[in-house]
């Protein structure tokens, strides 16, 4: 598991891409047939974005995770600072991928 400081602006379409490292091997992880989840809460633990594997918001290329979150999804957040953390669960073993901060500002302009 590792600890992130992700960010990001209220007014844009936010994609986060990860990987991972297996500690004993060395080696990338390959999440092909892993489930995943990625949350972020406000400082409450009130859930303001969630994404999954399950409902399509989080693809996986074999060793490289992609959640998206829409600009519409993000108008809704604050400027301010949330935890986010992921799992994964890969061969009946779950696993804390990441937990962090997500700094969101202000982006001010509009389309």
Do not use: P
Not at 12 to 31: H, K
């Amino acid at each position: 598991m590792i600890q992130t400081a992700l960010e990001a602006s209220n007014k844009e379409d936010w994609t986060i891409q990860f990987s991972a490292t297996d500690e004993e091997t060395g080696e990338d992880i390959d999440f092909t047939g892993a489930s995943i989840a990625l949350k972020v809460v406000d400082e409450d633990g009130i859930s303001v974005l969630n994404a999954s594997t399950t409902d399509g918001t989080i693809t996986i290329t074999t060793t490289t995770l992609e959640a998206a979150f829409t600009s519409e999804q993000m108008s809704g957040l604050e400027a301010k600072t949330y935890q986010v953390g992921c799992v994964y669960e890969l061969n009946s073993v779950r696993n804390q991928l990441f937990v962090g901060y997500a700094n969101i500002y202000e982006g001010w302009a509009s389309l």
